[in-house]
C-alpha cells in the first residue's frame, strides 16, 4: 500500500471515529450527569464528575407515591416479552401464508398490508382508541399487546416474507413427499431457517415497544400501570422544581435492556438484516 493510500485511509476513518464520537457525546453526558450531585448537572460542562454520588439512583429507584421503579420495569418488560412473542408467532403465520400458500384474493390482500406500512399510526389512532374504548381495555395492557398477537406490525411480515422467498421450494417439495402437512412443513423446515429473521424481528419489537411512549400515554393514566417510560416523564416537572438527577439516572437504567439484547443478539441481528431478500 502506497504512503497516499495509507493516509487516506487513516484520514477517512479518523472522520469516521470523529463523528462516532459526536453522536456518542448525548449517551456519554447522560451517563456521567446520573452520577453527579443535581447542583452540578448544567453548571459542570466536563463528562467526568468532579463529585460523584450514587444519590440520584436510590431516588429515582423509590418511584412515584410509593410505587418504585421496579413495578415500572416490570410492567414494560411484560408488555414488551408479550409483544414480541405475539409478533414472531403471527408475522411468521402470515408471512408463511403470502410467500408459500395459494388463495383466494392473495394479491389484494398483500396490497392492502402494503399500503398499511404507508399509514401514519395518527392516522388510526383516533379509530382505534374508540373500538378499545368501547371494549372497556383503556388502562389495560390489551390495546399495547393484542395487535401484536393479530399480525398487525406490517413491516415484520413484509420482512420475513422476502426471507421465506429465498428458502429454495424444493425443501418443501421434498418434505411434502416425505408426508409432511402445511403445519409440518412451517413448524420443521421454515421455522429453523427463519431463525435469522425471526431474531430481527424480536429485536426491534422490543426495542420499539420498550421505548413506546406514545401509545402508552394514551391508554395508560393509572400510577400503578405506568412503564419505564411513563415513570420517567412523570420525574419532569414543567411548572416546579424537577429531579434532574433521579430522571438521568433512570434514563440510564432504561437503556440497560435494550443494550444487553442487542448485545447478545447482534450476530444473528446483522445476518438477518443482510440475508433478508436475498436469493
Known sequence: MTDGKMIFRLGKHGVIILFGLLMLYPVLWLLSSSFKPNA?????PGLWPGRFTLE???NGWKGLQGI???RFFLNSATISVLSVI???????LAAYAFARLEFRFKSVLFACMLVTIMLPYHVVLIPQYIIFSKLEWVNTYLPLIVPKWLAHDSFFILLMIQFIRGIPKELDESATIDGCGQGQLYFRIIIPLLVPALITTAIFTFIWSWDDFFSQMIYLSRINLFTVQLGIRSLYDPSGSSDWGALLAMSVLSLVPIMTIFMLFQKHFLEGIATTGLK
Do not use: D, H, W
Not at 40 to 44: M, N, P, Q, R
Not at 86 to 92: F, K, Q
Open 56 to 58: 440520584n439512583y436510590v
Open 86 to 92: 405475539g409478533n414472531i408467532l403471527t408475522c411468521s
Open 40 to 44: 452540578l448537572i448544567f453548571s459542570e
Open 68 to 70: 418504585s421503579f421496579s
